[in-house]
């Protein structure tokens, strides 16, 4: 499909996914004839995965994220549903990113259309296509509008109530040379906390393990997951934990050769010998409640000891998940690589009110084992 194109649909229930090579949050909006929701209960996406007669699938970052639209079930009054996706990665604009929509029947997976906007730049979030009535039919367009102020500025545009921060009026991005990309935030201002849901973290920000005013829970796991590059060889990255002391002293290491250390209290899921398979690659689970007061600091890397560099790895990424649920709570996905050999993805820091912080760092290093890791590691506590 082309921009404004359309297709009649053969059939009642459509899936349309949004693949791109980086992660995408993919969302959908029902509308009525003025254009917008009737309450925020119309905007469906990840903390609010189902509506009526449409909801949201999660690819779990190892499929595209998908929308699917019953249209014998939509409410009546609803005459439109717009697909919308945006980059994951907090500030991270659609420049080199070429995302592809994929509209396919819902009852036997078979595809209908395809489509993947062009000259795409400065934009952080698309309208990438709607599902719509038309003369009592159902029909698919392609859209593939930009804007330059983020998924908050489209669901400000269709009459959803965003929350802090406050979104300004939607402003669709003209062309790719007239847009402005959002500010992003300052490295490391303003910390957070886990009262509205999963977080996405950009590097240096910071997440407090607390939601509505309480520690969360104490048993976390972090998750590290990479995929070797476009056509790239099989790639042997190892991830771990070095545990630190007060005095940023070096207490101990967690690695595919020690799976577990301070008494059980972390443990090691094992070596990733090539990086492909869905899903997290090596998972390292903290018993943050059993953890000696001897350990105040934890520092997650991740290493490559057959020397291969990180311009060789796609979608590395780190995200805190809650073992008792499967619900990811935090995430960080690595947008830049280095020709380096070793990376400091993220830290968990012990406060003296006795909660921890997570800070993303994706900090490239010359290290191919978690020895020389412990060194740069101690200096970014």
């Known amino acids: 499909m082309t921009p404004g194109s359309n297709i009649p649909l053969p059939v009642v229930r459509v899936t349309v996914d949004v693949a791109a090579p980086v992660r995408l949050d993919v969302s959908g909006l029902l509308l009525t004839a003025d254009g917008k929701v009737r309450s925020d209960d119309d905007f469906i996406f990840y903390n609010q995965p189902s509506g009526p007669g449409v909801t949201y699938r999660s690819g779990g970052g190892s499929a595209p994220d998908a929308i699917t639209v019953d249209t014998s079930a939509l409410p009546p009054g609803i005459e439109k549903i717009v697909v919308t996706a945006s980059p994951d990665a907090a500030g991270q604009t659609f420049q080199g990113v070429e995302p592809t929509a994929t509209i396919r029947s819902a009852d036997d997976d078979s595809v209908l259309a395809t489509f993947t906007p062009p000259q795409l730049a400065a934009e952080t979030a698309l309208v990438v296509v709607e599902i719509y009535q038309r003369g009592g039919a159902w029909k698919a367009r392609a859209v593939g509008q930009g804007y330059a102020n983020g998924l908050a500025g489209i669901a400000t545009d269709f009459g959803v109530t965003v929350e802090e921060p406050a979104a300004a009026p939607a402003q669709p991005a003209a062309s790719p040379a007239a847009a402005t990309p959002a500010a992003a935030p ?36 972090m998750g590290l997951g990479w995929e070797p590059a476009y056509r790239g060889k099989d790639i042997d990255l190892d991830a771990s934990v070095i545990a630190f002391g007060p005095q940023r002293n070096h207490v101990d290491s967690c690695y595919f050769g020690k799976l577990s250390i301070v008494n059980g209290a972390i443990k090691h899921s094992g070596d990733n010998l090539t990086g492909e398979g869905g899903g997290d690659d090596e998972v390292i689970t903290v018993d943050l409640g059993r953890l000696p007061q001897e350990v105040s600091g934890l520092v997650f890397t991740v290493n490559s000891f057959s020397g291969q560099k990180f311009t060789e790895v796609a979608k590395a990424y780190c995200r805190l998940v809650d073992p008792a649920t499967g619900e990811e709570l935090v995430r960080f996905d690595l947008t830049s690589a280095e020709a380096q050999t070793g990376v400091m993805m993220a830290k968990l820091i012990r406060q003296f009110s006795g909660e921890w912080e997570m800070t993303a760092m994706g900090d490239f290093v010359k290290a191919r084992t978690v020895r020389n890791m412990v060194k740069p590691a101690a200096q970014s506590l």
Do not use: E, M, Y
Request: glycine share 14%.
């Open 186 to 221: 300052a490295p490391g201002a303003g910390k957070i906390n886990l009262d509205k849901g999963r977080v996405s973290l950009q590097k240096n920000q910071t997440v407090s393990l607390v939601k509505g005013g309480r520690p969360l829970l104490s048993l976390v796991q």
